[in-house]
T-cell receptor, first 114, second 112 residues
Framework: GAGVSQSPSNKVTEKGKDVELRCDPISGHTALYWYRQSLGQGLEFLIY????????KSGLPSDRFSAERTGGSVSTLTIQRTQQEDSAVYLC????????????FGPGTRLTVL | GESVGLHLPTLSVQEGDNSIINCAYSNSASDYFIWYKQESGKGPQFIID?????DKRQGQRVTVLLNKTVKHLSLQIAATQPGDSAVYFC???????????FGSGTRLQVQP
């Protein structure tokens, strides 16, 4: 498709389990971002990729959170030993790299930790 | 820390009226600002952006105003329609950072 896609759309897991969330950015977009949106809240930055490297990981809340990007395209956000406070919508965005450009968002993955 | 905030959590307007959503930011280094619209169950959708070398930018039915002196951003929607009902977020960043800092959002309710 033409837009950012994310999978799964919904994920329910048990506390302590690991989860992987996937993002497919818009073709040609070299910058990729992960954000988290808790219920009724604004978006919180997690990590930014420039190509396959992550020059800004400042938003990752703990060492249980990690992300990688391969081939300058698909990115995976992994949360280990999930906690109930990890429940949120995880949003991915992509943009062209040059200068500051509009970030296009995917539909998000709603994560529920029981 | 640096933050972006909104004055009104909910704005209710009549269909056909003009809407104004306000946003204050605190990072004086911010040089790029965006307004996003988010409908229930969807990701944020770009509405309009503005760079710090401008104080006004117009799109289709929308205008963004930037006042760098008081660090204030506003979104004006002309002839508001029921389809405009959503949560609106302002966001800002600077050239060196790229990651967006979002406000907490304003819910716009358009009454028919």
């Amino acid at each position: 498709g033409a837009g950012v896609s994310q999978s799964p759309s919904n994920k329910v897991t048990e506390k302590g389990k690991d989860v992987e969330l996937r993002c497919d950015p818009i073709s040609g977009h070299t910058a990729l971002y992960w954000y988290r949106q808790s219920l009724g809240q604004g978006l919180e930055f997690l990590i930014y990729f420039q190509g396959n490297s992550a020059p800004d990981k400042s938003g990752l809340p703990s060492d249980r959170f990690s992300a990688e990007r391969t081939g300058g395209s698909v990115s995976t956000l992994t949360i280990q030993r999930t906690q109930q406070e990890d429940s949120a919508v995880y949003l991915c965005a992509s943009s062209f790299l040059g200068g500051i450009n509009e970030q296009f968002f995917g539909p998000g993955t709603r994560l529920t930790v029981l | 820390g640096e933050s972006v905030g909104l004055h009104l959590p909910t704005l209710s307007v009549q269909e056909g009226d003009n809407s104004i959503i306000n946003c204050a930011y605190s990072n004086s280094a911010s040089d790029y600002f965006i307004w996003y619209k988010q409908e229930s169950g969807k990701g944020p959708q770009f509405i309009i952006d503005i760079r710090s070398n401008m104080d006004k930018r117009q799109g289709q039915r929308v205008t963004v105003l930037l006042n760098k002196t008081v660090k204030h951003l506003s979104l004006q929607i002309a002839a508001t329609q029921p389809g405009d009902s959503a949560v609106y977020f302002c966001a800002e960043t600077d050239t060196g950072r790229r990651a967006l800092t979002f406000g907490s959002g304003t819910r716009l309710q358009v009454q028919p």
